[in-house]
């Protein structure tokens, strides 16, 4: 069974720009989440989705979003970039449950 | 509202000495924990979970953890370190039913001297 997969998984982007990243789940499983890993505050949730609905957003703000599409694939998009974006974002999908949640290797995204 | 305090950043031990990494949560409701490790440059992979089931839980790679309500705790251990277990372990807490947002200490980066 294939794992969790992130594309890409280096990106570098100037200040201002913005971007999307892409995660495929395990098939199968219907919940996808979003996390942000950073030296200084450590890995922070983003947001869930479940069957194409947001059902859980972390305290980020609005210049970071996500969809779903009906096959379970999730993007996350992050506008104007800063400095402080430059992080390991690191995608989870699970059954749906507050169960395990399996996570990808993660895009590595550096703002310049 | 949920919180995982995970103390000591660093832990080192010998190969073959007991590895033990503490987490203690904080959660106004029965919680759901983990245990996840990161190797160098790779995403997360789960070692164990408890999910209110035996309170001793078995993990991968022979890892196991004790849950105690008395001590909010739900330590990592393992008999005997091994050179692949050097990596960063994070402990986490989930306790909303539907929900899957993981709340997760800020790492112990373990080291295994040889």
């Known amino acids: 069974k294939a794992g969790v997969t992130q594309t890409p998984r280096y990106l570098i982007k100037t200040r201002g720009q913005q971007v999307t990243l892409s995660c495929s789940p395990i098939?199968?499983?219907?919940?996808v989440s979003w996390y942000q890993q950073t030296p200084g505050q450590g890995l922070q949730f983003l947001f869930e989705?479940?069957?194409?609905?947001?059902?859980n957003k972390g305290n980020f703000p609005g210049r970071f979003s996500g969809r779903q599409f009906s096959n379970s694939r999730s993007e996350m998009n992050v506008s104007t970039l800063e400095l402080g974006d430059s992080a390991l974002y690191l995608c989870?999908?699970?059954?749906?449950?507050?169960?395990?949640?399996?996570f990808g290797p993660g895009t590595r995204l550096t703002v310049t | 509202a949920q919180s995982v305090t995970q103390l000591g950043s660093h832990v080192s031990v010998s190969e073959g000495a007991l590895v033990l990494l503490r987490c203690n949560y904080s959660s106004s409701v029965p919680p759901y924990l983990f245990w996840y490790v990161q190797y160098p440059n790779q995403g997360l992979q789960l070692l164990l979970k408890?999910?209110?089931?035996?309170?001793l839980v078995k993990g991968i790679n022979g890892f196991e953890a004790e849950f105690k309500k008395s001590e909010t705790s739900f330590h990592l251990t393992k008999p005997s370190a091994h050179m692949s277990d050097a990596a960063e372990y994070f402990c986490a807490v989930s306790v909303r039913a539907g929900a899957n947002n993981l709340f997760f200490g800020t790492g112990t980066r373990l080291t295994v001297i040889p």
């Open positions: 989705y479940f069957s194409e609905t947001q059902r």
């Open positions: 098939s199968g499983h219907r919940s």
């Open positions: 408890y999910t209110s089931a035996a309170t």
């Open positions: 989870a999908s699970s059954l749906g449950l507050p169960d395990e949640q399996y």
